[in-house]
């Protein structure tokens, strides 16, 4: 499999080499909530990591699925959770062979896309597809982090790994995902330059 491996991100959460981390729930969703876009309702969150995203949403009503498959961010979402007095189902499980039990109203996708290598992209769009109902919606941020290499050389660099937009247009393309007008808002990031988030409907 090309990529990192399970090892290699319970070693990032054993050694706290967790640079994505924003120590919070992402601004983007706090707004989207906040402004009443995102109401509650039964909701993923895949790779959710130290599970802020999953303790937000569960505290605010929804029915969470958060999914990781390393161990030791399953126990940190999972602590988080039993800390924030918010109940969440956590479940360790491999996105790319993931079968949730029902479908559901939406997806929260913020860091899952940009830690898979790009070889992975087009099972993993259809698995978030097949997750979600007719008319399901995926909140997504893209990260922008084009690194000169790539440009130059043709590198594929990562994690993370840069989520070109006209790449993911082509990802998850028209006859399958209703996309707003461009342009995106750009969600400045601490440490990963910045995201571009927008809201896809499944047809």
């Known amino acids: 499999m090309s990529g990192p491996t399970p090892d290699?991100?319970?070693?990032?959460?054993?050694?706290?080499?967790?640079?994505?981390?924003?120590?919070?729930?992402?601004?983007?969703?706090?707004?989207?909530?906040?402004?009443?876009?995102?109401?509650?309702?039964?909701?993923?969150?895949?790779?959710?990591g130290s599970?802020?995203?999953?303790?937000?949403?569960?505290?605010?009503?929804?029915?969470?699925v958060g999914i990781d498959y390393t161990a030791a961010a399953v126990e940190k979402a999972r602590a988080l959770c039993r800390e924030r007095g918010v109940a969440a189902e956590i479940v360790q499980?491999?996105?790319?062979?993931?079968?949730?039990?029902?479908?559901?109203?939406?997806?929260?996708?913020?860091?899952c896309l940009c830690a898979l290598h790009p070889e992975h992209w087009a099972r993993y769009a259809g698995q978030l597809r097949a997750w979600l109902k007719e008319d399901g919606v995926l909140w997504v941020l893209f990260l922008q982090m084009l690194r000169p290499a790539a440009t130059e050389e043709g590198l594929i660099q990562g994690p993370p790994y840069h989520c070109d937009i006209n790449g993911m247009r082509a990802l998850f393309p028209e006859a399958a995902w209703t996309w707003?007008?461009?342009?995106?808002?750009?969600?400045?990031?601490?440490?990963?330059?910045?995201?571009?988030?927008?809201?896809?409907?499944?047809?």
């Open 51 to 64: 599970g802020w995203e999953v303790a937000e949403l569960a505290g605010r009503g929804f029915e969470v």
């Open 180 to 203: 707003p007008k461009p342009p995106y808002g750009k969600v400045p990031h601490p440490n990963l330059v910045h995201e571009l988030a927008a809201r896809l409907v499944r047809r």
């Open 93 to 111: 499980a491999d996105v790319l062979t993931y079968r949730p039990p029902r479908p559901f109203d939406a997806i929260y996708e913020q860091t």
């Open 8 to 48: 290699f991100w319970q070693e990032r959460f054993q050694t706290q080499q967790t640079h994505w981390d924003r120590g919070g729930p992402s601004p983007q969703l706090l707004a989207w909530l906040d402004s009443g876009a995102l109401p509650p309702c039964r909701i993923a969150v895949p790779g959710c």
